[in-house]
Nanobody, 115 residues
Framework: QVRLVESGGGLVQAGGSLRLSCSAS????????MAWYRQAPGKEREMVAG???????DYADFAKDRFTISRDNVRWTVTLQMANLKPEDTAVYYC?????????WGQGTRVTVSS
């Protein structure tokens, strides 16, 4: 069974940095595209960044130049390094993958950016 577990969220001041980590199990990690999404209060869930099995990266416009996604195919983790955080980055951040036509989400980790 695919399981995704996020960690690393917390409270940070505007301009600060956070590093989110997602640990995956139950799948052949290196074969799967991975992504981070976020959902702010009262808003729809949106894609933040994605990384393919081959290492290609894609970012939402708001994440470009501030966020970096990476993966470790030995430790089966995907990381989101966030810098220059803004209050509008406040959200629950979710790790995501798709396997055999099914969507898999982690439980989320909350990021709060104070002004």
């Amino acid at each position: 069974q695919v399981r995704l577990v996020e960690s690393g969220g917390g409270l940070v001041q505007a301009g600060g940095s956070l590093r989110l980590s997602c640990s995956a199990s139950g799948l052949n990690f290196k074969l799967y595209d991975m992504a981070w999404y976020r959902q702010a209060p009262g808003k729809e869930r949106e894609m933040v960044a994605g990384i393919s099995s081959g290492g290609s990266k894609d970012y939402a416009d708001f994440a470009k130049d501030r966020f970096t996604i990476s993966r470790d195919n030995v430790r089966w983790t995907v990381t989101l390094q966030m810098a220059n955080l803004k209050p509008e980055d406040t959200a629950v951040y979710y790790c995501y993958t798709k396997s055999r036509g099914y969507d898999f989400w982690g439980q989320g980790t909350r990021v709060t950016v104070s002004s």
